[in-house]
């Protein structure tokens, strides 16, 4: 178990993310805006009527990012935007001029704008927005350049662990740490689309034990299941990529959700919430209602007179549940009717000589 737990990060406009807190759900939309600011703008717009908490983008500096031949190799398959692969990476960049006119959205429809920055230059451009919280792609969770240049700004983090090992995210930890506490792993899987049975969810608790930090769930799956069944299991947070439409060019569409599917994870995921804050098993007054209804009561199964000492041949057990429990049928055995019972009627303690049930059973009265 890690030395310090922390149990929350708070964001410099207020936001909580973390325990006790509502699961903070995030629309990543990444490059699916295609490059275009406009599109940009629309898919803002509708994580917010979707209910989404915070809209999350990309950033990158190609040649900062991609050697020369890296630059310079062909890119002509079905979701490319450019001949080469540098020129398909700038095709979809936003630049940071247009990025600021998206935080600016955001933040006035209520949204908390964050980014992945993917290199140095782009990491600069970011935190020269003012952001208020910073992305580790799963990519450069072994980056230990950008971990340490993103960690001495002192902005709280969300790092996503696909395609790591326990080792790789101990380093990464252990090198934002030196700087702060504020950090929020992500469970991932860095396939796209995710086959359900390589999610593995439970590794989400194991992360949260082995570090003592917030934890959530970056999802790649093409459904809703896994998200949700993430945010049951405690996620503070849960990161979907977001598309207008699945069947745009790109990688990533076809792992994202359209605005329908978002809006229903949010119900599904608020749903989720209310029904595990009650934590005590208890009958609500609507159960007891029913209870009345459908339980059943002791009942004489025939005319028992006056005097007589009654006998389990007497009774019989009906609905509906106003009378005597049939939890107190043993104690009702071997008591004396003070007054003639008819048959089918159902038993109160006034007929057998006592005022109230002989063991301490609730009754539904």
């Not at 240049?149 to 995210?169: F, N």
């Not at 590794?203 to 799956?221: A, D, K, N, Q, T």
Request: glycine residues 8%.
């Amino acid at each position: 178990m890690p030395k310090h737990i922390v149990s929350q990060v708070v964001l410099p406009s207020g936001v909580v993310i973390g325990h006790g807190q509502p699961c903070f759900v995030v629309a990543e939309i990444g490059n699916n805006h295609q490059g275009k600011l406009e599109i940009a703008k629309e898919m803002v717009y509708a994580a917010a009527e979707c209910g989404a908490d915070a809209v999350k983008f990309q950033k990158r500096h190609t040649p900062s990012l991609l050697t020369r031949e890296g630059l310079a190799a062909p890119y002509t398959g079905p979701n490319s935007f450019g001949p080469t692969y540098g020129a398909h990476r700038d095709a979809l960049e936003l630049d940071i001029e247009e990025m600021a006119q998206i935080k600016d959205l955001s933040e006035r429809l209520g949204l908390v704008f964050f980014a992945s920055a993917w290199d140095m230059i782009s990491l600069r451009q970011i935190f020269g927005l003012g952001v208020e919280l910073i992305k580790i792609a799963s990519a450069d969770l072994t980056c230990i350049p950008l971990l340490r240049a993103i960690g001495q700004e002192g902005v709280p983090v969300v790092a996503s662990t696909g395609m790591s090992t326990w080792e790789d995210i101990e380093v990464a930890v252990a090198e934002l740490r030196s700087f702060h506490d504020n950090i929020v792993l992500l469970h991932c899987n860095s396939s796209y689309p995710c086959p359900e049975d390589e999610i593995a969810l439970p590794v989400m608790h194991r992360l949260g034990r082995r570090f003592g930090l917030p934890v959530g769930y970056s999802g790649h799956e093409e459904g809703l299941a896994p998200s949700i069944a993430a945010a049951a299991q405690g996620a503070c947070l849960v990161e979907r990529h977001f598309t207008l439409n699945k069947m745009l060019p790109g990688t990533d569409h076809k792992a994202s959700l359209e605005p329908s599917q978002l809006k229903t994870l949010v119900g599904m995921i608020r749903d989720v919430e209310r029904a595990m804050r009650e934590t005590e098993k208890k009958v609500f007054p609507k159960e007891e209602s029913t209870a009345k209804k459908l339980r059943k009561s002791i009942v004489a199964a025939r005319r028992i007179p006056a005097g007589r000492i009654i006998t389990a041949d007497d009774l019989t057990v009906k609905s509906p549940g106003t009378g005597i429990s049939p939890l107190d049928w043993d104690n009702v055995i071997g008591q004396k009717a003070v007054r003639e019972i008819g048959e089918d009627t159902l038993l109160s303690w006034e007929m057998v000589g006592h005022l109230h049930c002989v063991t301490p059973v609730r009754q539904i009265a």
